[in-house]
Structures are given as structure tokens and as C-alpha cells.
């Protein structure tokens, strides 16, 4: 049997990283690349080369930034809520709603003992010192609907409730095991006005 050429085997190893993506999906999309004008194979490798150099997180909030302004700290946003989101690709699906109007604050990941991630990796330090700084009264954890979106919701709340923060999490209404961005603006939207508090 003849195999890859080891430069198509690498592509196809690099786009199997992509999430959702096996390996027969990784080979179609390798072979469309192979379709593009060598202009568009360029214009996408370099895109890719200077993600790294022009694209990076917000040291205050964890969002993405072009540059050394972010975006969304330089709102002149008055607010006294700060929403607390898993990834920095969840503020625009909220930001898509166009009814919230507060600080954002992204964990960079959930809590999962079995993958190896614990309240260490929250960085809650760095939350405290951002809600004082803020002076924050509201959190909303606006976390998926899954196992480990529901367990660091929960040890959130037992950490910030009892600092006299009021803990709100989105309402009811979200599927079960769904990600923030695959759900459409109109239910986040209700679910972001319709958040209550958890039950103590």
C-alpha cells in the first residue's frame, strides 16, 4: 500500500487537533488545502504564523487582544458585575445578546480531578484582586451545562458567597452537556436575564 507523502501526513495530523475533527474528516479537509491557489495556501500559513505574534489574552481579564487595549476592559462600562466564563470564545456569544453590560473574567478552564484540573489552575487569586479592584457585588458564572461547568459553579459559589457577593448562575432553559457557543443568541439571552441564585 502507498502511503502519504510524510508533508500530507503531517497536515493531517495538525488539522486532527482541531476539535471534532477524526481522521477521515482531517483528510478531506487537507486535500481541499491542496486545492487552493498557492496564494490562498499562503495567505492561510501566514495567517496562521502571525496568530501568535498579533493575537493575545488580556492579562487583567483573560479575553483575547490585538495589540496592548482590550477590548472589552476599556468599555466605559460602570458596572458592578462581573461575569465568569470557561473560555474567552464565550464572551462573544454573550456579547451577541446585547443585555449584558459588566466585566468579563475567563478561567481558562473547568474543573476535572480525572484530567488533572484543579482549583489551582482557577487562578483565584487573581479573581479576588480583580473583584475588589472592581468592586464587584455580582458574579455571574456563565459556565456550560456539564458535569465540570456545574462542579466549578458550585465550588465558586462556596469560595465568593460568603464575601457577601451575590453568586447568580445562568437560568434553566440551556441543554444539558452544551457548549456556550453553539447555543443561540435569543436562549442565552434569556437565560443571561433570567440567572438566579443558587439555592443555599
Known amino acids: 500500500m502507498i502511503a502519504y507523502p510524510s508533508s500530507l501526513t503531517t497536515l ?15 483528510e478531506r479537509f487537507a486535500f481541499k488545502i491542496l486545492e487552493w491557489s498557492e496564494k490562498d495556501q499562503k495567505q492561510f500559513a501566514s495567517t496562521l504564523e502571525n496568530l501568535h505574534h498579533k493575537l493575545s489574552k488580556c492579562p487583567e481579564c483573560g479575553c483575547f487582544q490585538q495589540g496592548d487595549n482590550c477590548s472589552f476592559c476599556h468599555r466605559v462600562f460602570h458596572s458592578s458585575t462581573l461575569c465568569i466564563i470557561a473560555s474567552a470564545k464565550d464572551a462573544y456569544a454573550i456579547e451577541q445578546t446585547r443585555i449584558f453590560q459588566g466585566h468579563y473574567h475567563v478561567l481558562g478552564c473547568l474543573l476535572s ?4 484540573r484543579t482549583p489551582e489552575h482557577l487562578h483565584l487569586e487573581h479573581l479576588k484582586t480583580r473583584i475588589l ?20 459553579a458550585l465550588y465558586l459559589h462556596e469560595i465568593f458567597q460568603p464575601m457577601g457577593l451575590k453568586v447568580t448562575k445562568l ?30
Not at 440551556?174 to 443571561?192: C, K, M, R, Y
Open 12 to 26: 493531517i495530523e495538525q488539522l486532527k487537533k482541531l476539535p471534532g475533527v477524526g481522521r477521515k474528516t482531517a
Open 113 to 116: 480531578p480525572l484530567e488533572g
Open 133 to 152: 479592584n472592581l468592586k464587584i457585588q455580582e458574579l455571574i458564572l456563565a459556565l456550560d451545562p456539564t458535569l465540570e461547568g456545574d462542579t466549578t
Open 171 to 200: 437560568a434553566l432553559g440551556l441543554p444539558v452537556g452544551s457548549s456556550l457557543d453553539f447555543i443561540d443568541e435569543g436562549t442565552l439571552a434569556q437565560a443571561l436575564s433570567g440567572r438566579h441564585c443558587f439555592l443555599t
